[in-house]
């Protein structure tokens, strides 16, 4: 995944800030598409639900997304590539669950065991961008399936970030009828 990094990033510096850079929308948009989703969900899912929306991604995809796009050149990545891939493997095949399940839990961990288990939560998020992007998701907002999501693509420097030069906030908001469904969001230089 060419984003974990800065998904590391990001996380440690939010942290840093009063205010959540990715909280704000008055950032300009710089590109706004559109994309459609499936029109049903397929058995075994994983599902990430927020407040009144919820993406569901098939095992079958999610597994395809991580076998060809999460890296694993490093051994925490591996690590985290093969917990995801596992447990992937392990689920009831009329089961959606809850990508939190796939998590790892941090606490009491080394550094290295804390790497994988950061890892394996950026990597199941990243497979759902992914699969949004490739109209993959089946979408759910206020219960009921929707058909498209409008993509808008934010960019803006947050001059509140001064404790380094990471203040270009990118912020990737899936949106339908003005319901936030899904968001990625990093800082760069």
């Known amino acids: 995944m060419k984003f974990l990094p800065i ?10 800030a009063d205010e959540d850079p990715c909280e704000r929308t008055d950032y300009p948009v710089t590109t706004v598409k559109e994309f459609k989703t499936l029109v049903d969900n397929n058995f075994p899912s994983v599902y990430r639900q927020d407040d009144n929306s919820k993406v ?3 095992v079958l995809k999610l597994k395809s997304i991580i076998e060809k796009e999460m890296r694993s050149h490093r051994p925490y990545l591996k690590k985290a590539k ?32 804390q790497q994988v288990a950061t890892h394996v939560m950026a990597g199941i998020q ?4 992914i699969a949004l992007f490739t109209e993959s998701a089946f979408v759910e907002v206020n219960s009921q399936p929707i058909k498209k999501l409008q993509v808008r693509f934010l960019e803006g ?33």
Not at 83 to 88: A, G, P, Q, R
Not at 106 to 113: F, K
Not at 126 to 129: I, K, L
């Open 7 to 16: 998904i590391m990033l990001f996380v440690s510096s939010v942290t840093l």
């Open 56 to 58: 569901t991604v098939s």
């Open 82 to 113: 093969e917990h995801l891939l596992s447990s992937l493997q392990k689920l009831p095949l009329t089961e959606s669950i809850n990508e939190k399940e796939l998590w790892l839990n941090a606490s009491n961990m080394n550094s290295e065991e």
């Open 126 to 129: 990243e497979a759902f961008v």
């Open 157 to 189: 420097v947050d001059e509140t970030i001064t404790t380094h030069e990471h203040n270009k906030v990118k912020n990737i908001r899936f949106e339908s009828d003005n319901t936030l469904v899904f968001q990625k969001c990093w800082l760069a230089k």
